[in-house]
């Protein structure tokens, strides 16, 4: 199984069009030790050739023309993808808005929980993606499925399971639920396996806390690309960039006691990867006493164009 990073960053990239952070104006200056991150996003594929994207990001197009495993194969006829799948982990803009970048008669199958489906389908701008060639197909939380392009099975399977998370922004009036408006199914974690090798591994991007369940889970798992949004909980504020701390957004940090950092320590996960990673954080820079403390911890920062074989 290949796993290519598409993006690392979370919503907005790095940098993001109207931050002056001290991140974002070091890669515009193009300081060494921080590279630039477009918005979060993730391919993989059972044979490199065929794959399926976990989350379509802003940045999808550039993300596809940047890298050879994406380009059409001209054998194909004049018009083809490599991407025949995509799988959303909940609704937010910055997953589902490329989207809207595969409009162009591309025949894949879109995977996501029933209430996003719901979400996108009352959305007519999403009928820009012609139900006749992009068939939805709604994941229920706990089952596996095997990924498919119309009948093609694509050698991959999906088990999705639904994770602390948030509705979406755009949702949240709308939500009818406690709290952040969380329901099933609005946020999701994937494990996604090869059954002719065995291999798997668990993509979470955004997760507002490990709890038991998600714990016992994620033990002993071989790889778990994981919500890196925040270094601490209130940094966007401390930075004057927002008034919303990670925990409102449905974003777990990486520090403090209910940090991430915190809750992988014991769970015995061979590679820990984390992505979506918001521009503020300053474990993206390299030598940073942040980033030191996730290496020292087992952890990788996630770039784009990061390539795992499983
Ligand atoms: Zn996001
Ligand atoms: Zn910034």
Not at 241 to 256: E, Q, V, W
Not at 284 to 302: D, H, K, N
Request: glycine fraction near 10%; charged fraction near 20%.
């Amino acid at each position: 199984m290949l796993i290519k990073i598409l993006g690392s960053a979370a919503g907005g990239g790095l940098p993001q069009v109207n931050c002056t952070c001290c991140n974002c104006a070091a890669v515009r200056r193009g300081d060494p030790g921080i590279a630039a991150r477009t918005q979060s996003s993730l391919a993989v594929s059972a044979d490199g050739k065929v794959w399926t994207l976990l989350n379509a990001s802003p940045d999808i197009r550039q993300q596809l023309a940047a890298m050879h495993e994406f380009a059409p194969d001209p054998d194909k006829g004049p018009r083809s993808s490599p991407v025949e799948a995509v799988v959303l982990t909940n609704g937010d803009l910055d997953h589902v808005a490329g989207l809207l970048s595969l409009r162009e008669g591309i025949r894949f199958t879109l995977y996501a929980s029933r209430e996003v489906l719901a979400a996108l389908d009352v959305n007519t701008v999403f009928d820009v993606l012609d139900r006749a060639v992009v068939h939805r197909s709604a994941l229920t939380a706990g089952k596996s499925a095997k990924l498919c392009n119309g009948d093609r099975e694509l050698g991959l399977e999906v088990e999705s399971f639904t994770v602390p998370g948030k509705v979406a922004l755009y949702l949240e009036n709308a939500a009818a639920g406690p709290g952040l408006g969380t329901r099933e199914g609005d946020t999701l974690g994937l494990r996604i396996t090869d059954p002719r090798s065995g291999a798997a591994f668990f993509y979470i991007p955004g997760c507002a806390t490990v709890d038991a369940a998600l714990a016992s889970r994620l033990r002993g798992a071989s790889l778990v690309l994981f919500d890196g949004t925040l270094f601490t909980d209130d940094e966007m504020i401390a930075l004057g960039l927002s008034s919303k701390t990670g925990r409102r957004m449905g974003h777990i940090s990486m520090s403090g006691e209910e940090g991430s950092l915190a809750a992988f320590a014991s769970l015995g996960v061979a590679r820990k990867v984390y992505t979506h990673i918001n521009n503020s954080n300053p474990a993206l820079r390299e030598g940073s006493p942040e980033r030191r403390t996730a290496e020292a911890a087992g952890w990788e920062i996630a770039y784009d164009g990061m390539e795992i074989r499983l």
